[in-house]
Nanobody, 126 residues
């Protein structure tokens, strides 16, 4: 069975940092790109950042560029999202999703994702 499990969410003050993890079983991130999404009540899920299979090229939404960093540890089959200088606008449930990119690279849209995690909640106090 394929599982993606997010962890690392919690409550932080504005300006603080968190590191989210997306750990996979049943698939290898050698062959799957991973994207991070976030969603708040009443809003559509939006792409935050992604990393290509085997730790390939990375991309960021403009709203997080310069503050967030996506990386992977292929030996641990885990992708991370380092979030710095958090603001209340960043508060959301964060999800990771995987799809096969065949080495082409990752994307931030929500379509055609093969696997999704159940999310981890990030709360930012002001």
């Amino acid at each position: 069975e394929v599982r993606l499990v997010e962890s690392g969410g919690g409550l932080v003050q504005a300006g603080g940092s968190l590191r989210l993890s997306c750990a996979a079983s049943g698939i290898s991130f050698d062959y799957y790109a991973v994207a991070w999404f976030r969603q708040t009540p009443g809003k559509q899920r939006e792409g935050v950042s992604c990393i290509g299979s085997s730790g390939g090229s990375t991309y960021y939404d403009d709203s997080v560029k310069g503050r967030f960093t996506v990386s992977s540890d292929l030996a641990k089959n885990t992708v991370y999202l380092q979030m710095n200088n958090l603001s209340p606008e960043d508060a959301a449930v964060y999800y990771c999703a995987a799809d096969r990119d065949y080495g082409v690279g990752c994307r931030l849209d929500v379509y055609g994702r093969e696997y999704w995690g159940k999310g981890t909640l990030v709360t930012v106090s002001s």
